[in-house]
């Protein structure tokens, strides 16, 4: 059983509301994603659409680094993923961290099968993808166009099993010492 943990080594995620949203809007210029984008995409900007959305923290401080979004859950079990992090304040593989939180999140909240995520090469450095990656499992040729030219947009994908298998591995010490992904986040952490 998996368990939804909103904290991490150096995150807090905090639900975010409508009131986010001028936040989110510049969280997303920031970062360089994208300027320019079909209207089909937008449901994941409006967070009171969404099935789940947090504000990304520093944990200890309580800066705000950027945004988590779980939106478009359906009922053949698929949920689409969005970390969007300020490039500025959100460092030294936090990128990565939220990204485990968010899919954590939708697999121990939601009776889904499977995570969807999507990006472009713009951002592949600061979520750990090599820029030859090639676990795509569909590309939109110049689908998205920022920062003056047209982008591929890259669809990646995460099933359940997938992921129970990743947690079962090397990913406890991103919870920090004593925490597992299948214990109570509100337990005291046990003993290390």
Known sequence: MLFPHTTSRRLA?????????????RTMLRTGIESVSPSGRAGNRDLSACDAAFLVT??????????????????????????????????????????????????????IDKVIAQTTAATFGSVGIAPEDDTATAVLSDFL?????????????????????????????????????????NRPPAAA
Not at 13 to 25: V, Y
Not at 149 to 176: I, Y
């Open 13 to 25: 995620f905090r639900p975010a509301s409508a009131a986010d949203h001028a936040d989110l809007i």
């Open 58 to 111: 520093r944990r200890g401080s309580g800066d705000l680094l950027g945004f988590s979004t779980l939106h478009g859950l359906d009922q053949a079990g698929h949920v689409k993923a969005g970390v969007y992090l300020d490039p500025e304040r959100a460092r030294l593989g936090v990128g990565s961290e939220a990204i485990y939180l968010t899919i954590n999140y939708a697999f121990a909240m939601f009776a």
């Open 145 to 185: 166009y920022f920062r003056g030219r047209h982008w591929d947009l890259h669809t990646f994908q995460l099933e359940r099993a997938e992921w129970e298998r990743h947690v079962d591995g090397d990913l406890d010490d991103v919870l920090g010492p004593g925490r597992s992904w299948r214990t109570d986040p």
